[in-house]
């Protein structure tokens, strides 16, 4: 399996019944007003950015009217717009914004999954939903691997996939668990003995950018740490 390969094959699955349910309903009767005319994706979002990629972002999940409405990772919502502007002031992306497939956006050097490929109700994916997930994550793990560098890991959970991940995957994962944070830090090794630097940011969501709890500055230092 190649990087394509991988994004192809996971934008036909429909391991998740509650969640292809949601995914389904909020594309067709479900649509945000001001969205109404547009075509939904309404399937699981492929991971999104340069294949070769040398860092990876871990994000949660699609937002129901974002990626599950653009079938790109962080493209349509309020979460990618201060993420992508973040990856263009940093050097990766050669645009601030991510409006939908065909806007030009192009990724170098960086490749954005998520923890959870479906849009979740209320942004919550059930522990069982992450556990069904969580494969995936391995396989763009795996791919990744060999010239892997960094991790930017966005929340919590996708702190804890990305863990989880590495620790299934046979990496060395420091013990006890690394404790997430905003600028946590982590360096696991991978099988081939490589060193792998893990960065904690708080999520670029609603919740913490328009409260403060996360400004532009904080993001910036957590995207720079990943060139290091
Ligand atoms: O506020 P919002 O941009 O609509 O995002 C809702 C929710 O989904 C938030 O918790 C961020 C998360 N999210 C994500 O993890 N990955 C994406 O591609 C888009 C949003
Ligand atoms: Fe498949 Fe993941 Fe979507 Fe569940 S959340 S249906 S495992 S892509």
Redesign the pocket.
């Known amino acids: 399996t190649d990087v394509p390969e991988l994004d192809a094959r996971v934008s036909v699955c429909r391991a998740c019944p509650r969640l292809v349910r949601w995914r389904e309903d909020v594309a067709t009767t479900g649509r945000r007003a001001s969205f109404a005319d547009q075509p939904y994706w309404g399937r699981p ?1 492929p991971g999104f950015g340069d294949p070769d990629a040398e860092v990876l972002v871990v ?9 599950n409405r653009t079938g790109r ?3 349509g ?5 201060w993420l992508y502007a973040a990856l263009h002031r940093g050097g990766y992306a050669n645009q601030p914004q991510s409006w939908a497939a065909g806007d030009g956006l192009v990724l170098t050097n960086l490749r ?1 999954v ?1 923890a959870v490929r479906c ?1 979740p109700p209320d ?1 919550k994916p059930t522990t069982a939903e992450k556990a069904t997930c969580a494969p995936w994550l391995d396989r763009d793990l795996a791919l990744a691997a060999p010239r892997l560098r960094s991790v930017l890991a ?2 919590a959970i ?1 702190w804890d996939a990305f863990l989880g991940s590495a620790r299934r995957s046979g990496w060395v994962v420091p013990k006890p668990k690394p404790k997430f944070g905003h600028g946590s830090e982590t360096v696991l090794t991978t099988p081939a003995g490589r060193e792998v630097r893990l960065v904690g940011s708080y ?5 913490n950018t328009f409260t403060g709890k996360l400004t532009e500055p904080m993001l910036d230092a957590v995207v720079n740490r990943l060139g290091e």
């Open positions: 979002g994000g949660l999940a699609p937002a129901a009217n974002g990626t990772m962080f493209t919502d309020r979460s990618g717009d954005i998520a849009a942004n966005l929340g996708g999520h670029v969501s609603q919740q």
